[in-house]
């Protein structure tokens, strides 16, 4: 596993102030922000985000970091963590102040568990799925549902984090099919429009696809996309149908394999068309596999095999290799209607690649997106 190049700095920070706030102790680090464990003057424990100090510079880094607040607080649901406020360091780094959770991310659960009984992450995805019907109500899309970002409270509570990278689809709708933008997430939970980049397909049905993915990692213990780096899971993302999970797990219902193979259905059209619809199932199926309704929130603990693994150290680095930062530019080819150029540029390192994806099969209205075979170009 990589370092995160952000830990050095994080660490330096225990022990400072943060206005109001003693930053007690680094709790986590990821590509865009460290969290730690903090004191109120007043003695009241609070959890704050601060952006990494290299990203403090940049405008669009900063606004996606501050609206995480704003756009969580307004999903009204007590799964998305709540944002109490939010403010600048001395140097003009800012930060964010969240309710303090105790307990475990998924990823943390993950890594110590290696898969997780059906029973168990059955009842995670039902509460993630609740959020992000509530999201989904008031036009948010999270974008960016993964295991780090869903967190598993001592008590069997879990929380949704992270909306930093929520679309409010109202204020967002004006894309063209060819664009030149920022590629901010994780390869491995992307759904195809996403990982293309196709903002004007982007909808309550991309978090499906990772609220599937999520669920084929917590049973297979491993990602969808086998591939040595992210880039290649990124490109994997773009141009290839996952794998059904039955291939992995013959050992599960059919049933539960149909839940999860259609949430992970390269064309969003045959995904579940929204996260009620998909819960219903999600909760007919622990029915008939346990004898017994799905725990509410309120009786997490009898939730099958729910026994926490100890906190992940503090300062560990789930910065999570996946993470993607790159710029890609999406450009029609002159010569040919079926193909499009895709140029990465690492944002960290500067380096660039091309890509040509040709399609399989033509695109239509009703499935806009087709499988692609990826090409590899050389450099100007």
């Known amino acids: 596993m990589s370092t995160n190049p952000f830990l050095k700095q994080a660490h330096a920070r225990v022990g400072q102030q943060a206005r109001k706030?003693?930053?007690?102790?680094?709790?986590?680090?990821?590509g865009m922000a460290a969290v730690y464990e903090a004191t109120h003057r007043n003695g009241n424990r609070v959890a704050i985000k601060v952006l990494h100090r290299q990203y403090a510079a940049i405008e669009k880094a900063k606004e996606r970091f501050l609206r995480e607040g704003y756009v969580a607080n307004k999903v009204q649901?007590?799964?998305?963590?709540?944002?109490?406020?939010?403010?600048?360091l001395d140097d003009g780094t800012p930060f964010i102040v969240m309710e303090l959770l105790e307990g475990s991310s998924l990823e943390g659960r993950?890594?110590?568990?290696?898969?997780?009984?059906?029973?168990?992450?059955?009842?995670?995805?039902?509460?993630?799925?609740?959020?992000?019907?509530?999201?989904?109500?008031?036009?948010?899309?999270?974008?960016?549902?993964?295991?780090?970002?869903?967190?598993?409270?001592?008590?069997?509570?879990?929380?949704?984090?992270?909306?930093?990278?929520?679309?409010?689809?109202?204020?967002?709708?004006?894309?063209?099919?060819?664009?030149?933008?920022?590629?901010?997430?994780?390869a491995s939970y992307m759904s195809p429009e996403q990982a293309?980049?196709?903002?004007?397909?982007?909808?309550?049905?991309?978090?499906?696809?990772?609220?599937?993915?999520?669920?084929?990692?917590?049973?297979?213990?491993?990602?969808?996309?086998?591939?040595?780096?992210?880039?290649?899971?990124?490109?994997?993302?773009?141009?290839e149908s996952p794998p059904s999970l039955g291939e992995l797990r013959s050992d599960l219902p059919a049933s539960l394999v149909q839940l999860v193979d259609k949430a992970l259905s390269f064309q969003k059209t045959d995904r579940w068309p929204d996260a009620s619809v998909m819960q219903k199932r999600l909760r007919e199926?622990?029915?008939?596999?346990?004898?017994?309704?799905?725990?509410?929130?309120?009786?997490?603990?009898?939730?099958?095999?729910?026994t926490l693994p100890p906190t992940t150290p503090a300062g560990a680095d789930h910065s999570a290799?996946?993470?993607?930062?790159?710029s890609v530019v999406f450009s029609e080819l002159e010569s040919r209607g079926d193909s499009i150029v895709v140029e990465f540029e690492d944002l960290d390192s500067g380096s660039r690649t091309?890509?040509?994806?040709?399609?399989?099969?033509?695109?239509?209205?009703?499935?806009?997106?087709?499988?692609?075979?990826?090409?590899?170009?050389?450099?100007d």
């Open 196 to 239: 293309r980049g196709k903002r004007d397909l982007i909808d309550h049905r991309t978090d499906i696809f990772a609220v599937g993915a999520v669920i084929f990692r917590s049973l297979t213990g491993r990602n969808l996309h086998l591939a040595k780096n992210p880039m290649d899971r990124l490109l994997a993302a773009m141009s």
């Open 110 to 186: 993950l890594r110590a568990a290696g898969t997780l009984d059906p029973a168990e992450i059955l009842y995670v995805a039902d509460r993630v799925l609740d959020v992000l019907a509530s999201a989904h109500t008031r036009g948010i899309i999270h974008r960016d549902i993964k295991p780090p970002n869903i967190y598993l409270t001592d008590d069997g509570q879990v929380k949704v984090l992270d909306f930093g990278l929520a679309r409010v689809l109202e204020k967002d709708q004006n894309h063209s099919m060819t664009a030149t933008g920022t590629v901010i997430g994780t």
């Open 321 to 326: 290799i996946d993470d993607i930062h790159v």
């Open 21 to 30: 706030w003693s930053l007690d102790r680094l709790l986590d680090i990821g």
């Open 77 to 88: 649901h007590d799964g998305a963590v709540t944002v109490l406020d939010d403010d600048d």
């Open 354 to 379: 091309r890509k040509e994806l040709r399609r399989k099969v033509e695109a239509t209205d009703e499935e806009p997106l087709s499988e692609v075979t990826v090409v590899d170009l050389p450099e």
């Open 285 to 306: 199926i622990y029915a008939e596999m346990e004898g017994q309704p799905i725990p509410s929130s309120h009786h997490a603990p009898d939730a099958a095999g729910w």
